[in-house]
């Protein structure tokens, strides 16, 4: 229950205006490690950003600082980039840096630009959140798919 406490406040403080919040049904933790496994219907919440998954493992550096976050199994999302573009949607295999606010999305990935009503189709997505950039990969026999809406001119 100690550690749980003391993940929680590390977490909680990673910026000092920035709120993480991680529900699930089972916590895991190793602090010598800096490895927390939540399992269960695992909901993470930064600022507007959200994630869901089944399983989401946390790892941390020596200042007990979040570096990366893994979720797998059926994970869906909603994040926001730095100009404030939304995008929501599905993957197998999420994996989060936070330094860097860049999300790689694995298998069946499915990824939709809300705001500009752009899709993104593949098995590996990666979204630059400060950036605004992505850049996807098609799976073997499959290729990318990209779907615009593009408004028609009635003149």
């Not at 998954?53 to 994970?75: L, M, N, R, W």
């Not at 929501?88 to 990935?109: L, M, R």
């Amino acid at each position: 229950m100690k550690f749980l406490l003391y993940l929680t406040i590390f977490l909680a403080s990673t910026l000092p205006s920035q709120e993480l919040k991680i529900k699930a049904d089972l916590f895991n933790g190793d602090e010598k490690s800096g490895i927390s496994v939540f399992e269960g219907k695992v909901n993470v919440i930064k600022e507007r950003d959200e994630l869901n998954a089944s399983k989401v493992t946390v790892y941390t550096d020596s200042a007990h600082q979040p570096t990366k976050f893994i979720a797998e199994g059926q994970a869906s999302f909603s994040v926001y980039t730095k100009e404030g573009s939304l995008y929501k949607g599905q993957a197998e295999k999420v994996i989060y840096f936070p330094s860097t606010k860049e999300y790689h999305f694995f298998q069946n990935v499915h990824l939709k630009q809300i705001d500009d009503k752009k899709e993104i189709i593949g098995d590996e997505v990666i979204l630059k959140s400060i950036e605004g950039k992505a850049y996807a990969k098609g799976a073997k026999e499959e290729p990318v798919i990209m779907i615009f809406n593009i408004p028609e001119d009635k003149k």
